[in-house]
């Protein structure tokens, strides 16, 4: 069995492309099997969604809030990379205790620890690194003739399109029991649903789906998040700098603005998503006057306490700042102006994710759902993280 996360997977990326005829695989899929749209996690980023998937639970589950967070007990911002973090063991930990061969594969490095902890044996690499792989580490030497493809640029869709290989391979050649295949969402921060060069994309992972359907894999394929256009009509990205607009209204050094979209990769979208998290410092509390402050400003969608996003969105209250702030479908919240180089996005449009807006992503089972799993479906609004569940235990054999 093999789950895909098809990193910034809107489910409008299928849609120009099948109604094309240029996804054969997939709409065999969708005829024969089953296909729903479902909710990422909030925020819609790619570490707690990614580790909601694998653990099959929300962040208030599992303790991922974001890429990176204020860690309360040092002050210090920190990526949130570190399987120090986790407060779960994955499902592919669990069945890997059992006795399961796993397979992991994904595109950035940065998210293999998070995935492959506590996993025993098997495969696990990324494609970034591919060329340091060692039996030791990874469970494979020289992963580039393994998969037969030269290592791909950090920044392109090779590096999804080998993760892609290697399952392939690795499925034909050992026959894992359970195979995760997380990619890259580069295309998807770049072209819009229907470019050309996103259905390029699409016609490439239909191939690989394809070809892994034919090596005898149940497939679940799932997304993060979704994706979407970020800018104002003449391009230039729409944002809110929060951290420029509180100290202006409250002063500075009142409050912290953190971005937990920020990473090491942060070239396609200069660290700026539509999800942030505020911390009041000095003794400063949130009052009402601040959250109606920021709840007027154009583009911004919800404004919370950390209370309440706990409820509304299953967050780890002490992972989490003590204003939740979400902005709109095409706005995007930053600190401050200075802090975010928008040279890197080379005068292409913003698209970015973090939001309500940005979490839809499609479930799709290469298979029909059983009796049981069906009426389970028909029942309530699914989550990306009910993938696992569904492709082990709701299709038919
Ligand atoms: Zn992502
Ligand atoms: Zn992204």
Not at 301 to 308: A, L, W
């Amino acid at each position: 069995m093999s789950v895909i996360c098809l990193d910034g997977g809107d489910p409008d990326y299928f849609n120009a492309p099948l109604s094309q005829g240029l996804l054969p695989n997939i709409k065999t899929m969708l005829e024969e099997g089953y296909y729903a749209v479902a909710n990422g996690v909030i925020p819609s980023f790619t570490n707690p969604n990614n580790v909601s998937i694998i653990t099959g639970t929300p962040p208030s589950g599992h303790g991922i809030s974001g890429n990176f967070f204020l860690n309360p007990e040092t002050g210090e911002e920190v990526m949130m990379n570190e399987p120090e973090f986790l407060r779960q063991e994955s499902i592919l930990a669990a069945f890997s205790r059992q006795g399961a061969k796993i397979a992991i594969v994904t595109a950035k490095d940065k998210l293999l620890k998070l995935l492959s902890h506590q996993v025993k044996g098997g495969i696990k690499f990324s494609s970034e690194r591919a060329d340091k792989c060692t039996k030791v580490a990874n469970g494979l030497t020289d992963c580039l003739a393994y998969v037969g493809r030269p290592l791909p640029d950090v920044y392109s869709a090779d590096l999804s399109l080998f993760v892609l290989e290697a399952g392939i391979k690795i499925l034909e050649r050992e026959r894992p029991d359970l195979m995760y295949l997380s990619l890259t969402d580069y295309i998807q921060h770049k072209y819009a649903p229907g470019s050309k060069e996103a259905n390029d994309f699409y016609q490439a992972l239909d191939l690989a789906f394809g070809r892994l359907t034919k090596a005898g894999a149940i497939i679940g394929i799932t997304g993060d998040h979704g994706m979407n256009d970020k800018s104002h009509p003449d391009g230039s990205p729409k944002v809110i700098y929060l951290q420029d607009l509180l100290d202006r209204k409250i002063g500075p050094g009142k409050t912290r603005v953190i971005l937990p979209i920020t990473d090491p990769y942060v070239v396609h979208h200069g660290a700026l998503g539509s999800f942030a998290t505020l911390f009041f410092r000095n003794g400063l509390t949130a009052t009402s006057e601040i959250i109606d402050f920021i709840k007027i400003l154009p583009g911004v969608e919800q404004v919370m306490t950390r209370e309440e996003a706990v409820n509304r969105y299953q967050l780890p209250g002490d992972r989490i700042g003590d204003l939740i702030v979400i902005s709109d479908k095409g706005t995007v919240i930053g600190t401050s102006r200075a802090s975010h180089d928008l040279s890197q996005l080379n005068g292409m449009r913003l698209r970015s994710h973090g939001g309500l807006a940005d979490r839809k992503v499609p479930f799709i089972l290469s298979r029909p759902l059983n009796a049981e799993y069906s009426a389970l479906a028909g029942s309530r609004l699914l989550y990306n993280y009910d993938i696992f569940d569904f492709a082990l235990n709701g299709v038919r054999n």
